[in-house]
Structures are given as structure tokens and as C-alpha cells.
């Protein structure tokens, strides 16, 4: 699953009825695991997740399609109960509707978690229990509550597991979580897995590798403190490794080009903060600029983004983007390219669409040139 290349507001729902769930514990209570049930049980789960609105409605919808006859010889039957089978009855209707009853989400991540911290738990449930979780964090306050849980311990600890599966959906969970959610960045970053989740985006695993850098974007992603730490952390560094290496896997490539860009536009809306350091080191700049001459074009877009932001930051140098970068002629060369495929009926629309952008980049920089050139010396 691709890092999302915009800032998504998710809503808070139930994903309960949806999940596979754990089976090293309770496991006769909850099975649920879709297209693996008897046919007895799944009629019963659809009856209640969305054939009725209520218990009301299912025992008029019985009503409705019962035999009058029928009825009335059960009514029979039952009054002819002595009062110690009448409770019995009474206690057999309530445990049957103890099994029917549905966990809350919050329950749903407690027995997964319990899970995960069972030390002997096969790698096959471990596997289960952290793609419950990926499912059950996405609403906000279901990804609180997993902290409140003490679950974000739980699953930094598993960043440091043997089996790349279950690093890679660890740090996917703690993307997930973190997404536009200011209190579980914050308190993952005080956990320290930033520098953890940094270290694994080096993984030989491609699939590691791209949900680790999903995880360190969300976890500094309008967040300055995190930024801050990510910086501490050579963050730079390695967002100038992963653009100036096309032997890397594009997907990586475009998440970090993204994420330069989202930066440089965190730090547009921040102007009464410093700007970092690492905006106008040349060497970096050209790494982002060179991705125009990129045969993807969804790297090229991105890196236009991002070049039109960092364009417009203070501390970035007209004559540094000119000279050394050599953005005019990259600008050039783009336009000739995307020119080339406007001739061609695939994608010509979204060809437009990036040669647009272009030309605002080229707008900016023109612009900025001239601020300089206006100066006088």
C-alpha cells in the first residue's frame, strides 16, 4: 500500500465487522473470519451488522414470515413450562445473545495487543493481530485509544522483530495512527521510534523500506517538534540519499520528493520560524531539481511541487537554482518532453496538467531571479 500523496481527513467509524481476529485468544468466542464460516454463523452476522436496525426489527421480520399455526402451538408450549424450565429457557435466550453481541472496537484492540504480547504466539497470528490493528487505527479516536491502551509500546517493540512482515506492518501501524493526529505523534516521538523507523527506511526490503518513510512523514508532518528531531537525526541526509539514488524504488523516490515539498510548504506557513539549515545547501537542491529529467512522470510532478515551494523560501538563492541547479535548462528540457507526449492520446490530460505546473515554476523562478537583479549592489 503507496503512502498517500495528500493529507486525507479520516472519519471515525467502526471497521469491527469487517476484521479477521485474533485466535490465540477466545477463540470459540470470536470467530469471525469472513468467507470461513458456516453458513449458520454468517447468517446470523449479516442479520446483525446490517439485516436489521434493531432486535425489535428482527422479531417483527420473524413475525412477519412465521406460521400462525405454528406460533400458537409454541405459545402453547411454552406455558406449559414449570417455572424452573422457564428460567432455564430465559438463561439459554441471554447466552445466546451474550454470542451475538458484537465487541467495541476498543475491546477488538485489547485482545490484540494481549496478542502481541505473548511471547509464543505463532508468526501466522502475529501477523493476524497487527492487520486487525492497521484496520481498527484509522479513525482518530480509535488510535487514541490504542494509546491509551498502552499499544503504541507495544508495537515500537515490534519494530525491532526478526521478520520484515511484521516490522514493515508495525511501522505501517504507526503511520497509520499518526496521520493528522498531534497527540499520537507526540507521543510516539517521546517513545523515540523516530530514529528506529529513519534506520529501517535503509531496509533491502522495498516493502519495509516505504511504510517505514510513511511512517517517519506522518510522524513530522505539521508537526515542528518532530521536524525538529528529524533534522537531529540527519533526516536531510537521507532525503538527499534516496532522491540522488535512482537505483532506488521509485515508490521511496516519490514519498521523499513529496515530503521535501510538504516541508518547504510546513515552513511557508511558519514564516516567524527559522528556516532549516539543509533548505539552501545546494547539494540537495540539485538532488530535487535533477528529478525532472526523471522518465516517471508522477516523480516529475512531484518534484515541480516541491521545487516551487522551496523557490519561495527566504533563505533559498535565485543564483544557486541558476548556476548550480541549473533549473532553466531542466525547465527546458521538461517542457520539450511533455511536449513529446501531448502527441500521444494516453494521459495527455494529465500531461497538460503537469505542464501547467511547470510553467508556474517557471513563473516563480523567473520572478525570483528578478527580485535579485533588482537589488542594487
Known sequence: MAMATTSVERENKSYSAGLFWSIAKEEGDLSHNTGHADDSTAASADDIDGGFSSLEGMLQWAIGHSDPVRLKEKARD??????????????????LMEKLKMPSDAQLMQIALDDLRNSSLSLEDRHRALQELLILVEPIDNANDMCKLGGLSVIIQELD???SDVRKFSSWILGTASQN?????????ELGALATLMKMVNSSSAEEATKAFYAVSALIRNNVAGQQLFFAEAGDKMLQDILGSPSVDI?????AVFLVGDLAECQLENIDKAEMPFFSDRLFLKS???????????????????????????TTEAVVFEEFCRL????E??????????LEDDHREYVTDVESLRKEVELTFKAKLENVRAVPT
Not at 529529467?293 to 516541491?306: F, H, I, M, T
Not at 528540457?333 to 501531448?342: C, I
Open 288 to 314: 530535487v531539481v535533477d528529478l525532472t529529467a526523471s522518465s516517471d512522470l508522477d516523480l516529475q510532478e512531484k518534484a515541480l511541487v516541491a521545487i516551487k515551494s522551496l523557490l519561495q523560501l527566504k
Open 251 to 255: 515508490r521511496l523516490r516519490r514519498k
Open 328 to 331: 532553466g535548462e531542466a525547465l
Open 333 to 342: 528540457r521538461m517542457k520539450k518532453q511533455l511536449e513529446g507526449l501531448m
Open 161 to 163: 522483530h526478526s521478520n
Open 78 to 95: 411454552v406455558q406449559r413450562l414449570s417455572p424452573s424450565e422457564l428460567r432455564q429457557r430465559q438463561l439459554e435466550i441471554k447466552e
Open 181 to 189: 493526529n498531534p497527540y499520537v505523534q507526540k507521543q510516539v516521538l
